[in-house]
Every structure is written in C-alpha cells, then in structure tokens.
C-alpha cells in the first residue's frame, strides 16, 4: 500500500478546527470594542483603534490555543493511526496559518474602522507610540505581530506538553521556561512587553536585531518542541 | 484485509515496577484474539504497544514484519478502541465520526450509519451527554467501521448493558465474515465471550501464561467427578486447578487433556469426565500463580 503524506490533512483540519476558535475569540474582542467606543464617547476620550486594542488578548488567546493543542489534539491523533511527526508538521503548518488569520483579522476590521471613521468620527486614537502603531508601516507592525503571536502559540504549546508529559510538578518548570522565553521575546520588542511586569531589556531600536531575535527564539521553541514529543507516550 | 502483529521479547518497565516481562507473541491475521488477564496484568499497556501509542523498554513490536512505532503506513492499520474520557466532548456523533472518515482508508460511512442506527444512538446530542453504555457503543462504532486490519478493542463493552453486548458481538462476528482482519479482544467477561475467540492470550503478572487456539485450550480444561477415592486416585499425578467437595462425592478440574486410554479408564471407574469452561480456566490458572 503506497503512502499518502497526511500532515498537509491535519495542518488543514487543525487550521480550520482553530479558526472556528478564533472568529468565536473575535466576535467577543469586538463587542467589547464597540462596547469601549461607546463608553469613551460618552467621556469624551479616546481608545485604541482595533489592531492595537486587541493585540494584547489575541497574543493571550494564542497561548491558549497552544496548551490546548497539547492536551487536545496528540491523543486523538495518534489514536487515528497518525505519526507523531505528521502530527508535528502539521501542528506547525496550521500554526503559521493561524497566527497570519489572526494577524488579518484584526487588521481587516481596523480598515473597515477607518472607512467608517471616515464618514463619522470615532473616538479612536490613531496616535500611539506602540510598534503596533500603524503609522509606522502596516507591514512592519503587521510581520511584528505574527512574529509575536507565532511565538506565543509556541510557548502555550510546550507548557502544554510539558504538562503532558511531565505531569505537574515539572510542569511548573516549563512555565519557567515560558516566563523566560516571553522576557526573551519582549526583550527584542522595544517598548512592547506583551506581559507587562516582566522587566524588560531592549537590544535597541533595530528591527533586523528584534526580527531576528524573535526568528532564532521560534525556531529554539520548535526544535525544543520537536524533541519533547517525538517519542512521547500518549495518555490514555 | 488483516494484518499481523507480533511481540518479540517485549519488556515494559516503569519506574519502579516491571510492567511487561519477556513477552514473545504472535497475534496470526484474520483471527480473532481474546486477551484475558486479571486487573493490572498488562493487557492495557501490551496493546497500547502495538498501537505505537508507547515503546517498549526493550524487545521489538512489529506490524506486518515491520516496527510500528511512528511507522506512518503500519499505524494507519492499526486501531486501539479504549473507554475514552468524553467529558470535555461537546461535538455530536456525526462530527466525531467525520474523524475517522478523514484519516482511515477502509472507513464505511454507510456501515457506521447503520451501527448507529442498531445501538440507537442519538445522532444530535453532544457525546458528553450521552450514557456510558452509550458512549461505549460510540467506540464500538468507531472502531467496527474503520475496518482497519488490525483492530483492538480493549474493554469496550464497560457501560453496556447485556443486550447491547449482544449486539455487538453479533456486529463483530458478521462483518468479520465479510471483511476479515485480525481483532484482539481484551476482557475479563470470559464466560460471555468466549465464543467469538479463535485463539486465547492468558497474561498474568505481565507475564504470557497461555498462548494457545481455544479448541486446544478447552481440551486442557478437565472435570472429573465420582467418589472422592476413586476421584483423588485418578488425579493423582495430574494439576489440579480445582476441587469441590459434597457428601462422598468429588469433583476435581485438571489441567492437562485426557488422553483416549485415561477417558476409557474414568469412564470403567464410573467417574464422569466434562469440561471446565475457560472462565473457570482463567480463574485458577492465574490464582494458582499465587
């Protein structure tokens, strides 16, 4: 019987399966959007505009994501009769996908916040000196943002394998390790420490540095990833 | 299609204990398997093993002559039915089954369709809202049309009450006529089930204690019953598994087959000679390790 390469099925369904998340995910964020315009309305102030507003919880959300693919997806996987390596290339691809969807989804409803504030003023502040802020280019704060989304999906993802092959007690160690590589990635990040009270160092105003801060801190999570789950017993 | 698995010297150890010890067996395509142990024996983690879903700490566990573990071609032959945790399963049965229709080749959506509809399962409900017996039926389900050469169903019935069983077993019988593969069946409701083995796997202790067709099996399993001197002389010089005693008669199980001549000789001592049921089998072969 000749083999059919099945990782690019998983990458496929686990994209979609997470999608559905994330448009669940979206749908809340933008209520309480809408639910912010109004109350600063009424105070006369000003909020973020969406791809700012949201870029903290949806780096969250991703890190969620990335515990539960752990626990979720390796046993039902592997009882389907898939390898743990097509598990893995999969889980990858669909990661890279997800982390691009969640990068345009919030960007697709900011231009539609700007088209709309161009016929009636909203109380949005266009004028933030994150590196989220747009008017620093949309690509470089768009790239900016997959890069961070990327890495917290995996770093959610090897808390949760850890967990899951680790039991609790070193668990508690790959938080640890996920506490370290988040200082890591807001140490390449000036000015946007995504988790707030972590101290942070900045190597400077270098975007080639931070991108390529950011692209060696990916690939360690994938190859740590790798090494953890390649041989690993599935629970019961 | 059925395929064949096999363990070689299989050693299994946990931290601190020795959950498989030595064990070499071959399970033959096409047949269908009763794995039989007490609790904690092994039966669990001996098919977990083939199911790539661990390794062995030493020993080789092979699909088809091939090593399983992340063998992408021999894990897709493989299924492993276990009693699945469906607390956190807010999806319905349609949804769950498009799974296996996705990643299994020999899937039958129309066979699966039709399981359902015997066991009475709802098709709209959330599976974490269905009984337990239910949700073993689900498994049951999964594991029958995924039709995958090898398929194990490790003691799937738990939950089901015995009309259900029934239908099961009659399942598993039918469409192994017309689509033969090689089923391990692991239980300890031995009495029930013993009809559907070809051949019985006995472990104890993580240890093979039994490897054997049923056929030969049921021939080793003895009663003798009579006077208890004439029951005691007979069995002088063979194992006995078991004996009971009422009035001045004895009845004794052995184990070991009768040959033609010792069947004549109970028979001129007016002993009765009958046979012991796999169940009582089970039961003694593997106290009497103690």
């Known amino acids: 019987m000749k083999s059919v390469k099945l990782y690019p099925k998983i990458a496929v369904d686990l994209f979609t399966e997470q999608l559905k998340w994330s448009l669940w995910f979206f749908s809340f964020v933008t209520i309480a959007h809408i639910i912010g315009l109004v109350i600063v309305s009424i105070n006369d102030a000003h909020i973020q505009e969406f791809f700012v507003f949201s870029s903290y919880s949806v780096a969250i959300f991703l890190l969620v994501c990335g515990i539960i693919s752990a626990y979720g997806f390796m046993g039902q996987f592997v009882q389907q009769g898939i390898t743990r390596k097509d598990l893995y290339i999969g889980t990858v691809i669909s990661v890279f996908a997800l982390a691009l969807a969640v990068t345009l989804i919030p960007l697709a409803i900011t231009g539609i916040e700007y088209l709309i504030s161009s016929f009636v003023a909203l109380p949005i502040n266009t004028n933030t000196d994150t590196v989220f802020d747009l008017s620093s280019g949309w690509l470089l704060a768009t790239s900016t943002f997959f890069l961070n989304v990327t890495t917290y999906y995996l770093i959610g993802w090897l808390i949760g394998v850890g967990y899951y092959r680790f039991g609790w007690v070193i668990g508690f160690g790959f938080i640890a390790i996920a506490i370290a590589a988040l200082s890591l990635n807001s140490f390449f990040w000036v000015n946007n420490s995504v988790v707030p009270w972590i101290p942070y160092n900045s190597v400077g105003a270098s975007i080639v540095l931070s991108v390529s801060g950011s692209l060696i801190l990916i690939s360690l999570l994938l190859l740590f990833i790798r090494i953890l789950t390649r041989r690993i017993t599935i629970k019961l | 299609m059925a395929a064949e698995g096999k363990l070689s010297n299989v050693t299994l150890k946990f931290r601190k204990s020795e959950a498989l010890k030595d064990i070499s067996l071959t399970f033959d395509p096409g047949k269908i ?52 945790n469906y607390e956190e399963e807010y999806e319905n049965i349609p949804l769950i089954l498009k799974f296996s229709e996705r990643y299994r080749p020999n899937y039958d959506k129309d066979y699966a369709y039709r399981l359902l509809k015997r066991f009475k399962l709802p098709l709209d409900k959330p599976i974490n809202k269905l009984s337990k017996g239910m949700q073993a039926a689900l498994n049951v389900v999964i594991g029958l049309a995924s039709r995958t050469p090898l398929t194990i169903f490790d003691e799937v019935y738990l939950g089901m009450d015995a009309p259900t069983r029934v239908i099961f077993y009659e399942e598993l019988l039918a469409d192994h006529i017309k689509h033969p593969r090689t089923f391990i069946l692991s239980t300890h409701l031995v009495s029930e089930m013993d009809y559907l083995f070809d051949h019985v796997v006995i472990i104890h202790e993580g240890r093979l204690l039994l490897d054997n067709d049923y056929e030969s099996i049921s021939a080793q399993g003895v009663s003798i019953t009579g006077a208890a001197d004439r029951v005691d002389a007979f069995v002088s010089d063979r194992k006995i598994l078991n004996e009971q005693k009422l009035g001045g008669t004895k009845s004794i199980m052995t184990y070991g087959a009768l040959s033609e001549e010792d069947r004549l000789s109970a028979q001129d001592q007016g002993l009765e000679v009958g046979p012991v049921s796999l169940q009582d089998l089970f039961i003694h072969l593997t106290e009497e390790v103690h």
């Open chain 2, 33 to 84: 398997y009763g794995l039989i142990g007490r609790n904690g024996a092994g039966k669990t983690v001996l098919l977990s093993l083939l199911a790539a879903f661990r390794e062995p700490t030493t020993g080789q566990v092979e699909i088809d002559g091939e090593p399983v573990f992340e063998n992408a071609d021999k894990m897709q032959q493989v299924s492993f039915i276990y009693t699945k």
